[in-house]
């Protein structure tokens, strides 16, 4: 019954940004920690950016440090990634998970950055 549902997904021009957010239903999961991965086309899931269960500390891969934040409204049950100077390079399908046992993941936004 526990749900992650994402959204904010899109096309965007190189340079652009956008926020996603992805809201959970069946738990309150301000207790866990939470994070973001993708998925492009002919490659394997990567990670992308965590947040702890506070939202006091996040962490972010090479790719996107620098670029991507990572923040939660707990009273929201929401977790949100903001995308900046996005790159052609970015373009996948953008996975919500919660650090859950057992874990849980959302259906996944896809965002398009085009060049």
């Known amino acids: 019954q526990v749900q992650l549902v994402e959204s904010g997904g899109g096309l965007v021009q190189t340079g652009g940004s956008l926020r996603l957010s992805c809201v959970a239903s069946?738990?309150?999961?301000?207790?866990?920690?939470m994070a973001w991965y993708r998925q492009a086309p002919g490659k394997e899931r990567e990670f992308v950016a965590g947040i702890s269960s506070s939202g006091a500390f996040t962490d972010y891969s090479v790719a996107v440090k620098g670029r991507f934040t990572i923040s939660r409204d707990n009273a929201k049950n929401t977790v949100y990634l903001q995308m900046t100077s996005l790159k052609p390079e970015d373009t996948a399908i953008y996975y919500c998970?919660?650090?859950?046992?057992?874990?849980?993941w959302g259906q996944g936004t896809q965002v398009t950055v085009s060049s």
């Open positions: 069946g738990r309150t999961l301000s207790r866990d920690r």
């Open positions: 998970n919660a650090n859950t046992n057992p874990p849980y």
